[in-house]
């Protein structure tokens, strides 16, 4: 007797996936964000994201393995808002002052408390031990310096800016003035006050 041939529902083992991984990130993200590395538990991460340790440990591992995704999905996020805010026909002056307004939007959100840069605020605390999440913190910078001085760059190509202008330098200072600014952020500094600093920068950059 010849057997039917299974259907491809048939085939499939297991169920399907009961979390969205990109939303379980995001809600990691904000766990690790709120407390830090070392003060955020694995229960606390399990409250989060609504999985329950095992299913935690069967989707990103443990503890360590989970805040470097949620670090790397940041850093993505970061290079989609840098990309949107300086990849565009803006003048300099314009594309700076929008991407520190992306930046102060995640920092000061306009309800809740401030919480300046997710890296900057967890992952410089644990560098000093934890390799991997040096060598992500780093790659992270240099992304954004990268980007930074790439869109400097093209400025001073189009005559906005001195001729002899170092995009490198510049894009330093651009990405110093990020770091400073989470930094008050998480420190209570006013959101007018950074958004002045922001503004003090450019001009300088711009000048």
Not at 24 to 48: M, N, R, V
């Amino acid at each position: 007797m010849v057997q039917k041939s299974a259907s491809p529902q048939a085939k499939r083992r297991g169920r399907p996936r009961a979390y969205d991984p990109d939303a379980a990130l995001a809600q990691a993200i904000e766990a690790f964000w709120k407390t830090g590395y070392s003060g955020t538990s694995l229960d606390d991460l399990s409250a989060a994201t609504g999985m329950n340790r095992p299913s935690l440990y069967a989707a990103f591992g443990d503890k360590r393995e989970l805040y470097l995704k949620a670090l790397g999905h940041y850093w993505t996020l970061g290079g989609s808002m840098m990309t949107d805010a300086l990849d565009n026909d803006l003048p300099l002056r314009d594309a700076l002052m929008r991407f520190y307004q992306n930046a102060l939007a995640l920092y000061v959100p306009r309800t809740g408390r401030a919480r300046g840069c997710f890296a900057i605020s967890t992952a410089t605390t644990e560098a000093l031990e934890e390799p991997k999440i040096r060598a992500l913190l780093a790659r992270g910078l240099r992304g954004l310096d990268e980007g930074l001085a790439r869109r400097i760059r093209a400025a001073r190509e189009a005559g906005e800016i001195k001729a002899d202008a170092d995009p490198a330098t510049l894009a330093a200072i651009a990405s110093a003035t990020l770091h400073t600014i989470a930094i008050r952020a998480r420190a209570g500094t006013p959101r007018a006050e950074l958004e002045a600093l922001a503004r003090s920068v450019v001009g300088l950059i711009c000048a």
